[in-house]
């Protein structure tokens, strides 16, 4: 149901995120992979995704800007609307992210976001004690994976 939901969406209501690499301890290596240009990659699917009927705002000119735009904070997603979201997961999947990442309501580097996509840099690794599923989407499925 939630396929047909989203194939229904118009592109441009369609919510997106990219997550780029970070490596914990690791000054400069944001976005690095190796033997690939991660920036200029999601610098190329912004435009394609824009090109493709997707609301994508704000695409800076560089890969480095757009570096610069990520570590420094300047995205986010809005409290209402990341609040709006979460009302449509299921309660497993809430109180797994909650237990994972915490409460949203004690969260407070929330700000605006584009409208369509947001790239943004991935949480980093070992931030989840091991006790908890390294996916609480996963978890929420009941056998290792989301496709039910």
Same mark, same amino acid.
């Given at each position: 149901?939630?396929?047909?939901? =989203? ?13 780029? &690499? ?16 991660? *920036? ?19 695409? &800076?000119?560089? &890969?480095?800007? =757009? ?11 809005? =409290? ?12 497993? +999947? ?20 584009? *409208?369509?996509?947001? &790239?943004?840099?991935? *949480?980093?690794?070992?931030?989840? +004690? ?19």
């Amino acid at each position: 149901a939630a396929f047909i939901r =989203l194939q229904e969406t118009a592109r441009a209501e369609r919510k997106l995120a990219i997550l780029m &690499p970070d490596y914990p301890s690791a000054p400069g290596r944001t976005g690095y992979a190796v033997g690939l240009d991660v *920036p200029s990659s999601v610098l190329a699917m912004l435009h394609d995704l824009r090109g493709q009927g997707y609301d994508v705002e704000g695409i &800076p000119e560089t &890969p480095r800007e =757009l570096l610069g735009m990520l570590e420094t904070g300047e995205h986010g997603l809005a =409290l209402q609307d990341y609040m709006a979201f979460s009302n449509e997961l299921p309660t497993a +999947a809430i109180v797994a992210i909650e237990a994972a990442w915490g409460k949203v309501e004690d969260e407070t580097g929330l700000r605006e976001a584009p *409208p369509s996509v947001l &790239p943004d840099i991935s *949480p980093s690794r070992g931030e989840i +004690a091991l006790s908890l599923p390294v996916s609480p989407i996963s978890n929420v499925a009941g056998e290792g994976g989301a496709s039910k």
